[in-house]
């Protein structure tokens, strides 16, 4: 059973708090972890960190600790306050917003790319789900049938929230999924259908967003945020600042995989980029990285491709003692300087 995005935020969120109030110990480097920097009318999953933002952010970083690469923050002092910046999913902004802001900066990051995306004109499937039932446009008035694995599944939304409207978008701008409750029916069977093809397997995953597509009549030509094409992925990595890590093919749980797909999916992307590259690649990051996302095997099969760290995605700082394949990261929201600055510092030791 799915828990409540609500429940499960504020259970998250206090559980953190109260560990750093009673536990100075446990502060030390901490690993940031960005997906896009864009302007977004719609953020359901808090991706998206504003340019303006995130330049900010940069100059505050660099006031408070020291930027250094992923590879190294395992091994560094925590007394010296290093932080690393990394990037999930490798969307293009990565390359036309970010990387111009890193590089004024001159600050290191880490790109985890999921390869079964490079060179698509689709985005990925969030991003499809996202702009069909969150974006402006009306839905049709039958309901929605998914057969995923062999069950059927079936939704309706309420007459009154089949057509959308930029008013209506700008209403429920500020909502974030994991969270808080949805405010329409459109919002529930919004997260409802991303529940469900998150535990999906590719294909199946695959077929029922081509169905979603068809029941909203979404033109073909529509292609939401992309991933960098290979060519892209050169032109960021060139030069000494920004690396590129795998973040496996498909994007998938890989928790719900067979072994050998978790194989495939670890040791292929490695392999992938690679060749892409022409140079080594060493870090990997799990695919929405909670410690239910993967599994025991799942790390040694990491370490066993060759991958020399690792990083999660559950609320932590970094250390010596530091299982360097389960390497925990903060998630940055789109705060402000100071705010991200106050925010930054309760992680830090002072």
Avoid at 12 to 26: D, E, F, K, M, N
Avoid at 31 to 56: E, G, K
Avoid at 305 to 328: H, I, K, M, W
Wanted: overall charge neutral.
């Amino acid at each position: 059973m799915l828990k409540s995005p609500v429940i499960h935020s504020a259970i998250h969120s206090a559980a953190a708090a109260v560990r750093r109030a009673i536990s100075p110990l446990r502060r030390g480097n901490v690993i940031l972890m960005y997906h896009r920097i864009t302007r977004a009318d719609v953020d359901p999953w808090a991706l998206c960190v504003d340019p303006h933002n995130f330049s900010q952010q940069m100059e505050a970083l660099k006031r408070i600790a020291t930027p250094i690469p992923l590879t190294e923050l395992p091994d560094a002092d925590p007394e010296h306050r290093s932080v690393a910046i990394t990037f999930d999913d490798g969307y293009l902004d990565n390359l036309e917003i970010a990387h111009p802001i890193l590089r004024q900066h001159g600050i290191p990051a880490t790109i985890f790319v999921s390869t079964g995306y490079l060179d698509k004109p689709r985005g990925y499937w969030w991003d499809e789900l996202e702009a069909i039932f969150l974006h402006p446009g009306v839905l049709p008035p039958h309901g929605l049938k998914l057969s995923l694995g062999g069950q059927n599944y079936y939704w309706e939304i309420d007459p009154a929230d089949l057509e959308y409207q930029d008013a209506d978008c700008a209403t429920h701008r500020g909502w974030i999924a994991w969270k808080q409750s949805p405010p329409t029916s459109r919002h529930a069977v919004f997260y409802a259908v991303w529940s469900l093809l998150r535990e999906a397997e590719t294909a199946q995953r695959e077929d029922g967003i081509c169905r979603i597509r068809q029941w909203a009549g979404m033109s073909e030509r529509y292609t939401p945020a992309r991933c960098m094409t290979s060519e892209e992925l050169r032109v960021v990595s060139r030069g000494a600042l920004l690396s590129v890590g795998a973040h496996a093919i498909s994007h998938s749980r890989l928790s719900r995989l067979s072994e050998s797909t978790q194989w495939t999916e670890i040791s292929e992307s490695k392999s992938i980029l690679e060749r892409i590259l022409g140079r080594p690649v060493y870090t990997f990051a799990y695919p929405f990285g909670d410690r239910s996302d993967y599994t025991d095997r799942t790390v040694e099969a990491v370490r066993a491709a060759g991958y020399r760290l690792a990083c999660s995605n559950f609320e932590g700082t970094v250390g010596p003692n530091s299982d360097r394949f389960q390497l925990p990261r903060l998630h940055v929201e789109n705060r402000n300087a100071n705010d991200f600055a106050t925010w930054l510092r309760s992680y830090l030791i002072w």
